[in-house]
């Protein structure tokens, strides 16, 4: 498949969702994305096909797609702009519309005020207390972790598995 053509079907896939649905699934990072089911996809897809046929012919015109493209694109300068603003307002802590040395060096990250000290999380991952940590033992708790949230023992986290885990960890 083309990359021309993947990127179609995403800008396709995208004007299907509503306003705060698109802005919602582009703001989240990608670690939380849900793995979504073929019958999810195939109905988002149709979903979103359906709403590019503004004609409703069944097909696709190049006037159509370049309609959807545009209107993605409108969509993500929109929602880029917005999270600019916020950030700005955020800095312009005196709320004069400008940006000063001061307000915009605020924001900098710091360096922590006492080095790192190792031992402690080295005692707790070290099982066999040598004082070394070799890949088993560091990758020990978060292979657990996640053939714990693998309940079916498939390799993979589905989304049910991810809220299911979830839901265990609120509790």
Known sequence: MSKTYLTICAAIAVTALPA??????????????????????????????????????????????????????????????????????????????????????????????????????LSELDKNKDGKLPPDEYGAPLLSRFDADDTNHDGTISAAEREAAAAKAKR
């Open 20 to 121: 705060s649905g698109a802005a919602a699934a582009q703001a989240k990072p990608a670690q939380s994305a849900q793995i979504p089911t073929r019958a999810a996809l195939t109905k988002n897809i149709n979903e979103s096909f359906k709403a590019a046929d503004t004609n409703g012919d069944g097909t696709l015109s190049v006037q159509e797609v370049s309609a959807t493209e545009a209107k993605v694109l409108k969509q993500r300068v929109a929602m880029a702009r917005q999270r600019m603003e916020q950030e700005f307002a955020k800095l312009d802590t005196n709320k004069d519309g400008q940006l000063s040395k001061a307000e915009f060096m605020a924001a900098a990250p710091t360096a922590p005020t006492t080095a790192p000290n190792g031992a402690k999380l």
